[in-house]
């Protein structure tokens, strides 16, 4: 195989992936922009958490509400619990690495806040935490995954959405959750500032 070819099915696989994503997440993708406006419109945050790649998504969604996504409009309250080094640091070395961002959501966590859960595996000890320490905290939880969810998928409430991406190649998972994210993005400016 050349690697045209090869870069072709990595083009080909991601669009059969988006697809059977569209059809399977579309609904929860709304739902989770609506549980986010709803938060925000009540004076809440979203917290947002995820690993390697996921955290990258985190920072990614947050700056798209501090910042803007496609049209101005005021900073809306969002934080990745990736980003503060000297907190995951002493956290880490103090602690666990499993607490890191726990720790984070019960000091910066409130009733009505959201937390957006990022693990393509679903089974990532740090997430599990965060989305625990959430629960306690009177906290909804969006929760982007991918496989079979993992047991992230076994944790959540009934009132929390599960967006798991069907799909079993990181890669793939990790493209769909950053088109959810911009997809959520895009529903949340929508709902607020209206238009097309």
């Known amino acids: 195989m050349d690697l045209i070819a090869r870069v072709n099915g990595h083009f080909i696989e991601s669009i059969a992936t988006k697809q059977s994503a569209m059809e399977a997440l579309a609904p929860g993708v709304a739902l989770a922009a609506e549980v986010m406006v709803a938060c925000l419109m009540n004076e809440g945050k979203i917290l947002a958490c995820g690993n390697g790649g996921s955290a990258a998504d985190a920072q990614h969604f947050a700056a798209e509400m501090v910042g803007r996504f496609e049209k101005e409009r ?6 990745s619990l990736a980003t503060d080094t000297s907190a995951l640091t002493a956290i880490g070395n103090d ?10 959501v019960r000091a910066l966590g409130q009733q009505g806040d959201v937390l957006l859960a990022i693990s393509t595996s679903g089974n990532s000890a740090n997430v599990i935490e965060a989305i625990a320490a959430a629960h306690e905290r009177g906290m909804r939880v969006i929760a982007f995954t991918g496989k079979d969810g993992g047991k992230i998928g076994e944790i959540l409430s009934a009132d929390d959405v599960h967006l798991n991406v069907p799909a079993t190649r990181t ?13 959520m993005c895009d529903a ?9």
Do not use: N, T
């Open 74 to 79: 005021p900073g809306l309250a969002a934080i």
């Open 95 to 104: 602690y666990d690495f499993d607490l890191i961002f726990s720790k984070q």
């Open 171 to 183: 890669a793939r998972i990790q493209e769909v959750h950053l088109l959810l994210i911009h997809a």
């Open 188 to 196: 949340i400016d929508y709902m607020l500032l209206g238009g097309e």
